[in-house]
């Protein structure tokens, strides 16, 4: 009987904690700041839901670029079909625009680190559409340069690797490649011949038994053309990887997101965003 009553006070001075906690830090939407209601996700607001634009198939099986709306599901895109990506496989949740844009860019430039926790769990749905997870052994983030490092105090790509890997539960190991050149932000780089010589040879790999005969997963924020990540794939393949995955956060495509009057074949899985209960204070 006492075991009864001391659950039952267990379990009310949790629910009392948890409605405090609410009342004193209220969640608010992580993009446009709103209080949320009750029955809304405690990172994204229904409306910044509504407005994110998620990828939806069909995407090109090499890039993850999206296709046309009758595109054959296993043609290569016109972005990448003449270009050699060393990566088997790429696949983002948003496209890069909207609040996804918003979130990706907060984490980045503003040092809003708890941006990955949303973030992670929109690739963590995108990638359960397909069979990635099943089949990775580890995962590993796109590195930073240690001065870059330095700078901004952590790496966006480690924090949504972290996340991602406590949600799927992998191993992430952030130490299996290393930048070893400080290169310019591709963003300074026009084309894509530009930015895959920018970085080119600017990563080496620093556990050959972690990388030899192994599928990894590669994580980085955003992806523009595919040349970092590529480049980060050819070190793995050259290091012995068998398959290497890509996913990013947000993808910029040459296409407008399909427009929201029709809906994604794939409705995005809300549930998917509520925090496993050991981050839920
Ligand atoms: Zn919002
Ligand atoms: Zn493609």
Redesign the pocket.
């Known amino acids: 009987m006492w075991a009864d009553l001391e659950n039952a006070f267990r379990q009310r001075t949790a629910y009392l904690a948890r409605a405090l906690s609410r009342l004193i830090f209220p969640p608010h939407?992580?993009?446009?700041?709103?209080p949320a209601a009750e029955d809304e996700d405690r990172y994204?607001?229904r409306?910044?839901?509504a407005r994110t634009a998620f990828v939806s198939d069909p995407t090109c099986p090499r890039c993850g670029h999206t296709l046309g709306r009758h595109a054959e599901a296993d043609t290569r895109c016109i972005e990448c079909r003449n270009v050699p990506l060393r990566f088997d496989r790429a696949v983002a949740a948003a496209h890069h625009d909207g609040?996804a844009r918003q979130m990706v860019l907060a984490l980045k430039f503003a040092g809003q680190q708890h941006q990955a926790f949303p973030l992670a769990r929109m690739l963590a749905a995108r990638l359960r559409t397909t069979d990635i997870l099943e089949r990775t052994q580890a995962i590993a983030p796109v590195p930073l340069h240690r001065s870059r490092l330095r700078t901004r105090g952590f790496n966006q790509a480690h924090l949504l690797a972290r996340e991602l890997g406590r949600l799927a539960r992998l191993p992430v190991d952030k130490d299996i490649l290393r930048r070893t050149r400080n290169t310019p932000p591709q963003t300074r780089a026009p084309s894509l011949t530009a930015r895959r010589s920018n970085v080119r040879g600017a990563f080496t790999t620093t556990s050959p038994p972690a990388v030899q005969g192994k599928t990894l997963l590669l994580i980085d924020d955003v992806m523009t053309t595919g040349a970092t990540t590529s480049e980060c794939a050819g070190t793995l393949k050259r290091a012995g990887a068998k398959t290497v995955f890509v996913a990013t956060a947000t993808r910029r495509m040459n296409l407008p997101p399909p427009d929201d009057t029709e809906p994604a074949a794939e409705p995005y899985p809300v549930e998917s965003l509520v925090p496993p209960p050991d981050l839920d204070e």
């Open positions: 939407c992580v993009v446009c700041r709103h994204l607001c409306d910044c839901l609040p």
